[in-house]
T-cell receptor, first 115, second 111 residues
């Protein structure tokens, strides 16, 4: 398993601004994932971030809106750019154990409210 | 189209009752995980099943993977208020490391 922390835990932001969410892992991992979750609902994968390569985005998510950095094997950031109220959600990062059966461990999430 | 259909979506029961949550698909999964999530926290991995027909027990929780690796169930015996939370199933397909999540079952156990 892995211990994952996220900063900030919550934020209230104004429309049109950007917020960068940090994800720190206590061990080196290859794959990191970023998800979005509406409270009480399921998870939607935004992108997969490998160290040393560009992030891979899922359908409906673009790099201009959600730029991701992965500077090393223990850290990643997700930026939510030019925010609108529709971006209000919980953002989660996760890592997998590396290799089959691809178990993922999640951070506590960042609750974002856009006004 | 939701690849993993989870049911029921909501479940409210009394302490001591038994319950089963289902996760179904028309697709085959190489592995399937169950997570529990409490408000304000990230999902926590409960179990992983990889072999068709596999049954795993975690105290009062029993997990089963279908013979064809297309479905799974979670059974809770004598539910307790501490079991309250959002239960999510998630599957991996082929060699992909990405997980497909079901929509979740929100369980409330009333004292």
């Amino acid at each position: 398993s892995a211990v994952i922390s996220q900063k900030p835990s919550r934020d209230i932001c104004q429309r049109g601004t950007s917020l960068t969410i940090q994800c720190q892992v206590d061990s080196q991992v290859t794959m990191m994932f970023w998800y979005r979750q509406q409270p009480g609902q399921s998870l939607t994968l935004i992108a997969t971030a490998n160290q040393g390569s560009e992030a891979t985005y899922e359908s409906g998510f673009v790099i201009d809106k959600f730029p991701i950095s992965r500077p090393n094997l223990t850290f990643s950031t997700l930026t939510v750019s030019n925010m609108s109220p529709e971006d209000s959600s919980i953002y989660l990062c996760s890592v997998d154990t590396g290799g089959f059966p691809y178990e993922q461990y999640f951070g506590p999430g960042t609750r974002l409210t856009v006004t | 189209t939701q690849l993993l259909e989870q049911s029921p979506q909501f479940l409210s029961i009394q302490e001591g009752e038994n319950l089963t949550v289902y996760c179904n698909s028309s697709s085959v999964f190489s592995s399937l995980q169950w997570y529990r999530q409490e408000p304000g926290e990230g999902p926590v991995l409960l179990v992983t099943v990889v072999t068709g027909g596999e049954v795993k027990k975690l105290k009062r929780l029993t997990f089963q993977f279908g013979d064809a690796r297309k479905d799974s169930s979670l059974h809770i015996t004598a539910a307790q208020p501490g079991d309250t939370g959002l239960y999510l199933c998630a599957g991996a397909q082929g060699g992909s490391e990405k997980l497909v999540f079901g929509k979740g079952t929100k369980l409330t156990v009333n004292p």
